[in-house]
């Protein structure tokens, strides 16, 4: 949405709002999460779903806040259909109906337009699962001045290409990486970190040309990979799209020694999916069941908040479940601190608030690395075959937060 339009849809919700101010004081605490339940990004919105049917019967039963009594908390679940159209209405909707917080995860796409008008409805919103530079930046953020409304956590652009360069030199495959970055914000992005933290590893990025998503040319891509003799490859894709090249590329002819792709690479259902044999098969991780982290309202640690996905779900936990969770902590522990039921006093104990959760604590109230955003740790990961023959994600590169315990190794004959 273009920017003025967001701002005059901003006047009309902010009315809207404030009319229900004094009917929002006596109901329900209101959370709208909005998700991609469906179209590409829906492996994104899986633990979303997940962790509203965890909690939203809870929550509705009742929460003790310190100020203002024991008080139901209605989270609602919205899909964002993968489409930041969609994820813009979604917003628009729930700010008229009355909402207290947003929260809103998964890439760019989602959190971008939904923190646009949230911004301009003056309605409280937090993001995450997009790297911070995309959402702030992205969306023309000041940087000494930031946003009024809306926050965001999650790691940035320099731990992806910190712990991509460092896996890739320490694979020893040669000094070309091949990069796939499609035309959209975070390709931009990513294109905009890679060089300079490859160059730093002795390592070159070769450029095939940008990957055009309206109408991608995944064999013309993987016929230059191949023909300039690239073994790596990196690059930023939703897992359909990951899938798609990596088919096109075996027809070709084309398979690399290695590759991380952001996005795509984040979920064992896509790992499963990939004609990788002899493929090692890195990616960034943002959580895991070794984060050394508690919830800060059920007391859960990370490795029992795996355990119980496995075990309602039986499928293996995913990096997304750890944000999932902590957008809900997050909520939950805002919404029992604040002193009134208003927006203007939502958003300030969102100021203000130091949250435990299973990705560690989330504050807003530095300006480290940014106003308005808080940065969680990272480390650089290779999934492996666990013992039942399931693709596990382990820890392979602790290096940029060593306090996160390693728990795999590179494989023989790399590293």
Request: hydrophobic share 45%; net charge positive.
């Amino acid at each position: 949405m273009k920017r003025r339009e967001l701002l005059a849809t901003g006047l009309t919700l902010a009315a809207a709002g404030g009319s229900r101010a004094a009917q929002a004081q006596d109901g329900p605490m209101r959370v709208a999460l909005i998700s991609p339940s469906t179209g590409a990004l829906a492996a994104f919105g899986a633990t979303n779903t997940y962790v509203h049917e965890l909690f939203a019967e809870r929550l509705a039963a009742g929460l003790p806040t310190a100020q203002l009594g024991q008080r139901a908390l209605q989270l609602e679940l919205h899909d964002a259909g993968s489409s930041p159209a969609q994820a813009a209405a979604v917003a628009r909707a729930v700010a008229q109906q009355g909402v207290h917080l947003v929260l809103a995860s998964a890439t760019p796409e989602i959190c971008n337009p939904v923190s646009d008008v949230c911004e301009a409805a003056g309605l409280p919103c937090v993001t995450t699962v997009a790297p911070w530079q995309a959402w702030f930046d992205g969306r023309k953020g000041e940087r000494n001045k930031g946003f009024q409304w809306t926050y965001h956590f999650f790691v940035g652009l320099e731990d992806f290409a910190s712990i991509y360069s460092s896996l890739f030199a320490r694979a020893r495959l040669g000094e070309l990486v091949g990069g796939i970055w499609p035309d959209d914000i975070d390709g931009e992005a990513f294109l905009g970190v890679m060089p300079q933290a490859m160059a730093q590893q002795k390592l070159r990025l070769f450029d095939p040309g940008r990957l055009q998503m309206a109408a991608p040319d995944y064999t013309g891509m993987a016929t230059r990979l191949r023909d300039a003799g690239v073994q790596m490859v990196t690059g930023v894709l939703p897992p359909p799209v990951a899938l798609e090249f990596f088919a096109a590329a075996r027809k070709v002819g084309y398979q690399p020694r290695m590759a991380s792709i952001a996005k795509a690479f984040p979920f064992p259902e896509t790992m499963a999916e990939l004609p990788a044999s002899g493929m090692a098969l890195a990616n960034e991780m943002w959580w895991s069941p070794a984060w050394p982290f508690r919830s800060g309202w059920t007391d859960a640690s990370a490795a029992q908040v795996a355990q119980e996905y496995e075990k309602r779900t039986r499928r293996p936990w995913v990096q997304t479940l750890g944000f999932s969770h902590a957008l809900i902590d997050l909520a939950v522990q805002v919404l029992q601190n604040t002193p009134q039921l208003s927006r203007q006093a939502v958003v300030q104990t969102l100021r203000r608030i130091k949250a435990k959760t299973v990705l560690g604590p989330l504050s807003f109230s530095g300006r480290f690395p940014s106003l308005n955003v808080c940065s969680v740790p990272a480390v650089g990961g290779l999934w492996q075959r666990d013992a039942q023959g399931r693709w596990a994600l382990e820890v392979v590169d602790n290096s940029r937060s060593p306090f996160i315990p390693v728990t795999g190794r590179m494989p023989e004959g790399m590293g």
